[in-house]
């Protein structure tokens, strides 16, 4: 939360938007709402069968995850989810379709996971990032308490047909 305009310092104000009072710029009309960090990941599909990456660091070393990350300011979602993929896969990847978005009210972050294919490239993970690279087939994926996140769960569940792609109706993730 501000209190002072990020584009010129000028001390916020209160004015009513969209039916609630958010902290305005008296001076050029800036207006606080919500910003989220925004994770754009890829299913990497083949013959029925999905690309996981096994992450070695941070508080998941050791769980899967969907190859992505975090979008830069001058890249798109779509730009992100194959940068990403190819840094952390190896595979330049195309882009098929939206698969899934994920969010949870109160954690300022929307993951979005598209459907892509292997346009080149040869499967090796980022050694910084992960220790193994691997296919799984729809039914043998790794146990859910092994995904890296909650967002990895509801894409795989949205992928495996178990459950629906833009509501996240599970209590807990
Ligand atoms: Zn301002």
């Known amino acids: 939360m501000y209190a002072y305009c990020p584009y010129d310092g000028t001390a916020l104000g209160s004015r009513e938007i969209d039916g609630r009072l958010r902290p305005t710029c008296p001076r050029c009309g800036f207006a606080y709402f919500k910003r989220v960090q925004i994770g754009a990941n890829c ?9 996981l990456v096994r992450l070695n660091y941070g508080p998941r070393d050791g769980c899967w995850a969907l190859p992505g990350g975090l979008v830069e300011p ?5 730009q992100a989810a194959r940068r990403e993929t190819t840094e952390e ?14 969010t949870r009210p109160g ?15 040869e499967l090796r993970p980022a050694p910084l990032e992960a220790s193994e690279a691997r296919w799984f087939g729809r039914d043998e ?18 992928w495996q047909g178990r459950t629906a792609p833009v ?4 209590r807990g993730l």
Request: charged share 25%; hydrophobic share 45%.
């Open 43 to 51: 299913v990497i599909e083949r013959d029925g069968q999905v690309v």
């Open 74 to 78: 001058e890249e798109t979602v779509e």
């Open 141 to 158: 994926l790794p146990p859910e308490w092994e995904l890296a996140w909650p967002s990895t769960v509801h894409a795989l569940r949205v």
């Open 167 to 170: 509501r996240n109706p599970f």
């Open 89 to 102: 896969t190896g595979y330049e990847v195309a882009l098929d379709s939206l698969l899934s978005t994920w």
């Open 107 to 121: 954690l300022e972050t929307l993951i979005v996971t598209f459907r892509a294919r292997v346009l080149r490239g």
